[in-house]
């Protein structure tokens, strides 16, 4: 079992930047990948970005550009760098570990957090 921790989300006006975190209780980064997610209300839950365990990064098109994921190895936790930030991203963020094959989530996730952009 994996346990999921998230922080870092909150308001910002659009333009702005926010940076989510995620600490895992113990490492998948050698065997599987992890990514984020997002569910805005009354849309499904969407692929944002992910790391694959050989550090190889996808993202979607509508943040390519503006957001970033890395990972700490040391830590075990990863992030996520989002920058010029539109009302548009306005979503729960969930982290999620396991991830064998984009763009199928693995089978752990976070509680999720907040991010709001205003206008």
């Known amino acids: 079992q994996v346990q999921l921790v998230e922080s870092g989300g909150g308001l910002v006006q659009a333009g702005g930047s926010l940076r989510l975190s995620c600490a895992a209780s113990r490492s998948l980064f050698s065997t599987y990948g992890m990514g984020w997610y997002r569910q805005a209300p009354e849309k499904q839950r969407e692929l944002v970005a992910a790391?694959?365990?050989?550090?190889?990064?996808n993202y979607a098109d509508s943040v390519k550009g503006r957001f970033t994921i890395s990972r700490d190895n040391a830590k075990n936790t990863m992030y996520l760098q989002m920058n010029s930030l539109k009302p548009e991203d306005t979503a729960v963020y969930y982290c999620?570990?396991?991830?064998?094959?984009?763009?199928?989530?693995?089978?752990?996730w976070g509680q999720g957090t907040q991010v709001t952009v205003s206008s």
């Open positions: 790391i694959t365990k050989g550090a190889t990064t």
């Open positions: 999620n570990a396991g991830i064998f094959r984009l763009p199928d989530p693995g089978p752990y």
